[in-house]
């Protein structure tokens, strides 16, 4: 069973507007939550984190939001430019017996048309 | 800047053929991982290392093994290639402890 789910494959948004990338999980041990970029026929990217003890963290355009009660994570690019069109990846770090892997979701395509 | 080198971008092997993927850090990490990524699948956990010669298996581990004999170098070793295992191989490494993990470039791999 999926752990981590972003439920939109894709998303399309206008240059100059907000996107907003959503993603949930089942498990309310995950100490860490993060978000990668991903271009093709290239590695991921790290974007931003935010610890399970936060409701909030921001880096320039990137904001991540985290609601523990909904077990809900979403990330806000504002404004989105067309260089943030990529595969986004939510993902938690999971405390399991060896220092905690990296589980990923799904991800989500994200087009910013200008 | 972290800097985490998979020895090939692309490779075509045949049905069969034991193929070895590198991948080489060079900032001191004890953790190490290998992904594979394929439409609308993700990325999957295949192996992970978090110290030399220290191995678990991650969540799809059928078909390959891994050998980490020196803290710098995670190799993933598919015994024998089948067509499934045609997909992108990610390698990452990450300090112990710390929450966010440096990825390669990446390994497109097809198996024909």
């Known amino acids: 069973d999926q752990q981590v789910k972003q439920n939109s494959p894709s998303l399309s948004v206008q240059e100059g507007r907000i996107s907003i990338l959503n993603c949930d999980y089942t498990?309310?041990?995950?100490?860490?939550f993060l978000w990668y970029k991903k271009y093709p026929a290239e590695g991921p990217t790290f974007l931003i984190s935010?610890?399970?003890?936060?409701d909030k963290n921001e880096d320039g355009r990137f904001t991540v939001f985290l609601n523990k009660s909904a077990k809900h994570l979403s990330l806000h690019i504002v404004p989105s430019q067309p260089g943030d069109s990529a595969v986004y990846f939510c993902?938690?770090?999971?405390?399991?017996?060896?220092?905690?892997?990296?589980?990923f979701g799904k991800g989500t395509k994200l087009s910013v048309k200008p | 800047d972290v800097k985490v080198t998979q020895s090939s971008r692309y490779l075509v092997k045949r049905t069969g053929e034991k193929v070895f993927l590198e991948c080489v850090q060079d900032?001191?990490?004890?953790?190490m991982f290998w992904y594979r990524q394929d439409p609308g699948l993700g990325l999957r956990l295949i192996y992970f290392?978090?110290?030399?010669?220290?191995?678990e298996k991650g969540d799809i581990p059928e078909g390959y093994s891994v050998s980490r004999e020196k803290k710098e170098r995670f190799s993933l070793i598919l015994e024998s290639a089948s067509t499934n295992q045609t997909s992108m191989y990610l390698c990452?490494?990450?300090?112990?402890?710390?929450?966010?993990?440096?990825f390669g470039q990446g390994t497109r791999l097809t198996v024909v």
């Open positions: 990452a490494s990450r300090r112990a402890g710390a929450t966010e993990a440096f």
């Open positions: 290392s978090y110290d030399v010669k220290m191995k």
């Open positions: 498990n309310s041990m995950f100490d860490y």
């Open positions: 935010i610890s399970s003890i936060k």
């Open positions: 900032m001191d990490h004890e953790n």
């Open positions: 993902a938690v770090r999971s405390y399991g017996g060896s220092q905690g892997n990296l589980i």
